[in-house]
Structures are given as C-alpha cells and as structure tokens.
C-alpha cells in the first residue's frame, strides 16, 4: 500500500533563512509525487510536481528514489511562504496526502 | 485549469439528518473525486465520482453513508447521511482530466454536526 510521510507537524523559520519539509513515500511502483500548498484562507493549490523538475516561489524538490523522499526546499523563506504544505502521491489519478506541515516564517 | 464551486461552504447540521454538497466545475473534467479533511488530520479520499455510474468508493467509506451523484462532466454531489457528530469534517471536491496530473480543488465544505 502506497503511504506518505512528512515528519514535521510545524516548522519555525525566520525570513531570509533557509527551509526545507520532508516528505518520505512508500510505493511500490513508480511514483508521481506533488507538494500541494494552502495559504490561509484560500482553496488547496498545487506548488509543484517533480516530472516537471521546475522552480516555483522558489521551491524546488528532488526525487530521490534510493532514500524514497521527495523533500521541498527553499535557501531563503518569505513571510508569505507562511501555509499549510502538504506532500501528496498520485496512482490512478488519485492522491494520498501526508499529514501536512504548518509553516511559519517569522520575521 | 479548472476552477470548482462547492456550496454549501459551510453549515451546522444536527444529528441524524443528511446534508448535500454540491461540486460545480466550470470546464469538463475526466475525474471528479471527493476527500474528508477531518480536524486537525490530512485529506482522504472518500470516492472517485463516475459520471453516470455508481461511485468508486476507498476502504472504509460506504454508498450507504456518502452517496455520490455525477450526472454529468461537470457537476457531482455527495451527501453526508444520518450525520454524527463524528462527521464533523471539511469536506472538500476535486477535479482534473487524464491530460494533465494537476488535480483541482474546491474551497471546502466545513460540516459541524451536532
């Protein structure tokens, strides 16, 4: 059974600092995997896919498939980076979502 | 893109009633599904709504208690029936097509039973 994992319930950052969310998978095929992001007050969106391998807000994640991650990144955290990030996997277009972390950037 | 519609976006039920979520999509979508945000936990999926068939349901989510409607590309309900307070939950709709893995989510409905 497909599982994903993100570790970190809340994470406390400073603006200008570094931030980085874990996210685990378990799968047993190949995986399709997604940071999805709530800002306050507003709809779940997407942020990222990793086939896409690109830069959005500045984020990026990398598929490591020997470690089974798909952690998401940032070398310097805005305050309006402040959400709820969610790791999700897809199969058969449907998505399993890790617990969620809560990010606050302070400034 | 899609941009989807759920009403109601909010409501306070009591026990034992039903409530209908209506999901709106404004372009045609392959796949309509929908999750349970329960408090303070992540999403999980309730169903895949099948146009103009029976839903898909996942394991521990039954017809009997979230029946599921897709009439058409376009629009779905669920309903919440015979409610607990354990129900209590935002529920939320989402849509995407076989072209494109992004999925589409609308802005929830939060349920309050009591």
């Known amino acids: 059974a497909q599982r994903v994992t993100q570790p970190e319930k809340l994470l406390s950052v400073f603006k200008g600092a570094p931030v980085e969310l874990k996210c685990n998978y378990s799968?047993?095929?190949?995986?399709?995997l997604f940071w999805y992001v709530q800002y306050s007050r507003q709809r779940l969106q997407l942020l990222l896919r990793?086939?896409s391998r690109e830069s959005i807000k500045g984020f990026t994640a990398d598929l490591n498939k020997g470690e089974t991650s798909f952690h998401l990144k940032k070398p310097f955290a805005q305050e309006e980076d402040s959400a709820m990030y969610y790791c999700a996997l897809m199969n058969d277009y449907k998505l399993s979502f890790g617990a969620g972390t809560t990010v606050t950037v302070r400034a | 893109s899609a941009v989807i519609s759920q009403k109601p976006s909010r409501d306070i039920c009591q026990r034992g009633t039903s409530l209908t979520i209506q999901c709106q999509v404004d372009?045609?979508?392959?796949?309509m599904f929908w999750y349970r945000q329960q408090p303070g936990q992540s999403l999980t999926l309730i169903a895949t709504a099948n146009q103009g068939s029976e839903a898909t349901y996942e394991s521990g989510f039954v017809i009997d208690k979230f029946p599921i409607s897709r009439p058409n590309l376009t629009f779905s309900t669920l309903t919440v029936s015979n409610m607990s307070p354990e129900d209590s939950s935002i529920y939320l709709c989402?849509?995407?097509?076989?072209?494109?893995?992004?999925?589409?989510f609308g802005q929830g409905t939060r349920l309050t039973v009591v």
């Open positions: 372009s045609q979508v392959t796949m």
């Open positions: 989402s849509a995407g097509t076989s072209m494109n893995t992004e999925a589409f």
């Open positions: 799968y047993s095929g190949s995986p399709e």
């Open positions: 990793h086939i």
